[in-house]
């Protein structure tokens, strides 16, 4: 056995349950309360964003694309401003992916290299890795291999009836098709809603824990309803530098304050381009 | 855009779509009708096949149809990607769902992979086929490929209720050419294909077609002309009946569109083809996928395979 296929082995909670069992309590919430849909709350949430959009001064000729780096009023990374960090998770992403979809993990930088490759938009993540040599790769791998550790060790097998599916994009137009709500959600748990909250939406995170996180998976929980026309029932974020989870439900206010903040970001993005 | 939109709030959707799919047919195109749509659309074809090379071959499909009206230079050459391969797996995905529900979609998918990597190894890897290439990636790669593949599995069965709909076919893409100009392809994109009762509008047809199909992204101005394309290839097919029906569904915003099959869709599909033809960057560029049995890939849920393309007499 090497070393790292010892290291992947599940770490005990201290109270007895392993690490997974924590990692799946919190995902899951209460499972006695699946809050029932409300059906008009899909609607409502969008007509309020159709109606705050009525209001600016959209270009009717472009589009705009709201995404969370939007809402942090974030710019999108380019190819120089590849850290170690960024790409530890840009492969931690293809690494949680892949062990949630097939169960195992080999050798956690010829797997996460093998499957950025394949992206041509990773492509200045790839070089940056393939650039590390010596201390600086060396501990690059070291963080790798011990978040992969993490992840192997404390996330759940999920049921087969939670129909686990990862990277879903969502793409919700409004404004006619000016402004375009989107996201990419790492992780959708659950089968479509017959008329209860059945659906979660879990985040895999590699750094450390930020308030925008939730923030995050907010918009995402409002993406969802937007689409589906059903909440989801929890939102939750894995951390694969700590294997913690910081989750909570979904309640309609925080839909609510999602709106106002969506609106607040496209108000300020318009006035910061004129 | 023409058409009946599904409403968002209804739950769960896959009930209003799968109502919305297996209606009973109340309107069919008439066989005159068609008639005259299938003489425009060849008179069109042959004219265009004019400024073609000798061994020119023009496939136009939902894609060449969305390109020709948004973008001003060529399309991409064709290669294998988790976005490109992940529809043949996933369909291949459903079919073995079907054939065993005790399977999830990660099993299901996990199983077409190894069905179409098995059928590459068998025939030796044939040139550019999704199991070759499937074949030859490194697990880090095949798990990407596997997990996008998954997603759209889970996606369409979570979108039908499957036990309502009678022998349907899943992933039953449509390829028709006339005899007359066989370098013009027309490739209809269909996800699921559900034979639907005719009752009154029989006329020797046992039954007619309703196509499910599912769309990438949010609807664009040329989504009715690329699900008309899907009910075009149904309706010139001469093995099968009546197409009734078109509804495109797109789970990344969660909107369906429901199209009747009529004159009108028809004559603006034929509309759009032709202009599509004519475009400079249609003629200037061949087929843009690779040949093979999967890149063609029509077979369906209850394993009756039927061929690639459809020869259409003259």
Sequence with gaps: MTDLAVLLQP????????????????????????PPVDPGLSGGLREWLEDGLCSLPLDRDSELVVTKQTLRGEGRKDSESITSAIAIGALMHALFRQYVTTGRIEDPMEDGLASLELDPRRSATVRFVHRLGGSALHQFRDELETQTAILVGRWPRLSPGWMPRTQERVAVPLAGGNVVLAGVIDLVIGSPSSGQ????????????????????????????TLRSGAPPFRVATFYTRSGQVDAEDVYDELLASCVMRVLGAIRRDLVGHR | ??????????????????????????????????????????????????????????????????????????????AWGPRTARRPIALEGVRGWLANK??????????????????????????????????????????????????LATQLIGAIDWPRLTHPFVGDDRSISFASVPQIVLRGRIEVRSPIALGSLQDGYPSGSAVFAVMTGRPTSTARHELGLAGLTVALDPKLGPAIRVIGWWPQCGRALVLPVDGQLLETTVSAILATLRSPTTASTGPRRPSGRWATGVRNATARTTTGEVPIAS
């Design chain 2, 102 to 151: 005790r399977l999830t979609p990660i099993q299901a998918v996990a199983e077409a992979v190894e069905r179409l990597t098995r059928a590459a190894d068998e025939r030796r890897g044939a040139g550019g086929s999704l199991g070759t290439w499937l074949a030859g990636l490194r697990l880090g790669a095949k798990s990407t490929v596997q997990a996008e593949a998954v997603t």
């Design chain 1, 11 to 34: 770490t005990p909670a201290p109270n007895g349950r392993t690490g997974r069992d924590d990692v799946l309590a919190a995902i899951r919430g209460n499972t006695g309360v699946r």
């Design chain 2, 1 to 78: 855009m023409i058409g009946t939109a599904l409403p968002s709030m209804a739950l769960p959707r896959s009930r209003s779509l799968t109502d919305a799919l297996i209606a009973p047919a109340d309107s069919r195109v008439s066989r005159s009708e068609l008639g005259e749509i299938r003489r425009r659309l060849e008179d069109g074809l042959l004219e265009s096949a004019g400024s073609l090379g000798i061994h020119q071959r023009v496939r136009i499909d939902a894609y060449r149809l969305r390109f020709h009206a948004s973008e001003p230079s060529g399309p991409d050459v064709f």
């Design chain 1, 197 to 224: 909250a059945t659906v979660g939406l879990v985040e895999a995170k590699s750094g450390r824990p930020r308030l925008e996180d939730r923030d995050d998976l907010r918009f995402y929980a409002l993406l969802e």
